[in-house]
C-alpha cells in the first residue's frame, strides 16, 4: 500500500513539472505568434563592449552658481572688427548699379529731368520724388534707368562734354568737383549737383524668422544691426534674437540683439556693410529637454536665452511624488561639443538651500534636465514585472492538484 501511495505522489510531481514546463514553453513560444511589430534579432550581432567611462558630478551650491555666473560675464562672443570708430565719420562710397541724379544750374539740357520716372524693372514704375521720399527701403529690382545717370559696371558713367569717368568709389561731393572741373571749359561756372536716386549698388541680405526677408539697401545713413530687423518688418514669434548670425568676409559672428534692446548694449547693433548677411535663426537650438519622474516629459525653449532649474520643473508639471528621488535632479551639458565629456550637475532638492539655488541655476541650450527615480519605486517595479509569472504558476500549480 505505500508503495503505491509514493508512485501516486511521485506520479503527480511529475505532471506538475510536465505542466509547468509546457506552460513555460508556451510562453516563450508565443513571443513568435503574438500579435503587432517586433523585431527577430537572431540576425544582429551586438559587440558593443559594455562603456567604462565615468562623470564627475558638480553638486550645485552658491559657490558654483556665482562662478557660473563670472564666467558667463567674461565670456563675450567676439564682435567683426568696426569699419569706423566713430559712426559719424560714416561717408557712402558710389557702387556699380546705382542710379545718379545730376543737375546742372541754368542747363536743362545736361539736367536729369524731374519729371521722369525711374524703372523698376517691370510694368511698375516709381517716380524721382517717390525715390527721393524711400531711398533707404530694399534696392530697386530690374535694368537702369534710362532717364538717370547708372554707374555701369565697370564704375564709370558718361556725362555730356565731359565724357567717360570714373564714378564707383567716390562721394557724391568728389564726384560733383570732378564734373565741375570737366564742365569749366564749356560752361562758364557751372553748378552741379550731384544725388543718389537709387541706392542699388550696396546691399545686405536678411533672412531667417523675420517677417520679411530680402535684401536692403547700404545707403548714406549707417545700416545697423537693429535698424536691418526692424526695416525687415521684425521678427516671428519663433525668432532666436539671441543669437542672429552675421556673416561677413566667409567669417561668421553670433550677436545678441536682445541685449541691446533689453540691456542697451550698444556694442551688438554693429554697423552693417556691403555683403553681410543676417540669419535669424528660430529657437530650435535654444531648447533645454526635461526627462525622467516628472509629470510632464517636455522640450522647452528658453525665454530670451534663460531658464532655470526652477522654471524647467514648474513647466513639466514638478516632480512625481512617489517616484522622483528629490535627491537626484541631474543636468547634463556639453553632450554636443563634448560627447565624450559632458558636464554633469546634481542638486538635491531635499535641502532648502538647494531649493532657492533651483531658481538661480542657469540652464544653457539644449541641456537635459533628469529626475532620478527612488530606489523603493525600482523594487515596485521589479516585483510589478515578476508578480504576474508567479500567480500564474501558483494557479498552474494548484489546477494540476
Known amino acids: 500500500m505505500l508503495k503505491k501511495t509514493l508512485a501516486a505522489n511521485s506520479f503527480t510531481g511529475f505532471r506538475v513539472k510536465l505542466s509547468a514546463a509546457l506552460v513555460l514553453t508556451s510562453f516563450l513560444s508565443a513571443c513568435a505568434t503574438a500579435p503587432g511589430n517586433y523585431l527577430d534579432t537572431s ?3 551586438d559587440n558593443d563592449p559594455a562603456p567604462t567611462e565615468t562623470y564627475p558630478v558638480h553638486l550645485i551650491t552658491a559657490n558654483l552658481i556665482v562662478t557660473q555666473a563670472q564666467d558667463a560675464a567674461g565670456k563675450v562672443q ?14 557712402y562710397r558710389l557702387a556699380p548699379q546705382d542710379i545718379l541724379g545730376i543737375t546742372v544750374w541754368d542747363h536743362p539740357e545736361l539736367t536729369t529731368p524731374q519729371g521722369s520716372t525711374l524703372s523698376s524693372g517691370g510694368n511698375t514704375t516709381q517716380t524721382v520724388a517717390g525715390a527721393l521720399q524711400q531711398p533707404y527701403t530694399a534696392a530697386l529690382p530690374g535694368q537702369a534707368d534710362p532717364y538717370g545717370q547708372t554707374i555701369a559696371h565697370d564704375g564709370t558713367i558718361f556725362f555730356p562734354f565731359v565724357g567717360r569717368i570714373q564714378a564707383a568709389g567716390k562721394t557724391t561731393g568728389e564726384l560733383r568737383e ?4 570737366g564742365l ?31 535684401p536692403l539697401a547700404v545707403s548714406d545713413v549707417p545700416l545697423t544691426l537693429v535698424d536691418a530687423l526692424t526695416r525687415s ?14 556673416t561677413r568676409n566667409k567669417q561668421l559672428y553670433v550677436l545678441d540683439a536682445n541685449r541691446m534692446l533689453d540691456r542697451g548694449d550698444t556694442s551688438q547693433d554693429v554697423m552693417l556693410q556691403n555683403g553681410d548677411v543676417i ?20 522640450q522647452m525653449p528658453m525665454i530670451k536665452g534663460e ?13 512625481l511624488n512617489t517616484d522622483a528621488n528629490p535627491r537626484q535632479i541631474f543636468v547634463m551639458r556639453g553632450m554636443h561639443e563634448h560627447p565624450t565629456a559632458p558636464e554633469v550637475f546634481r542638486l538635491d532638492m531635499t535641502q532648502p ?3 532657492m539655488l533651483s531658481s538661480q541655476f542657469q540652464l544653457q541650450p539644449m541641456d537635459v534636465v533628469y529626475i532620478g527615480t527612488a530606489a523603493s519605486t525600482t523594487f515596485n517595479r521589479v516585483l510589478q514585472q515578476v508578480l504576474p509569472s508567479v500567480q500564474t504558476l501558483f494557479y498552474l500549480k494548484q489546477l494540476t492538484r
Open 43 to 45: 540576425r544582429l550581432k
Open 178 to 181: 570732378q564734373l565741375t572741373r
Open 233 to 246: 518688418g521684425g521678427t516671428t514669434d519663433s525668432a532666436d534674437i539671441q543669437r542672429v548670425r552675421l
Open 307 to 319: 531658464l532655470t532649474i526652477a522654471d524647467a520643473l514648474t513647466q513639466a508639471g514638478g516632480i
Open 184 to 214: 569749366v571749359r564749356y560752361i562758364r561756372n557751372p553748378q552741379v549737383d550731384v544725388r543718389v536716386l537709387s541706392y542699388r549698388g550696396q546691399k545686405v541680405q536678411v533672412t531667417g524668422d523675420v517677417k520679411q526677408p530680402g
Open 78 to 91: 567676439p564682435l567683426p572688427p568696426a569699419t569706423l570708430s566713430d559712426p559719424s565719420q560714416y561717408v
Open 353 to 355: 538651500d538647494s531649493i
Open 279 to 298: 540669419n535669424v535663426p528660430d529657437r530650435s537650438d535654444s531648447r533645454v529637454f526635461v526627462m525622467g519622474e516628472v509629470k510632464t516629459p517636455l
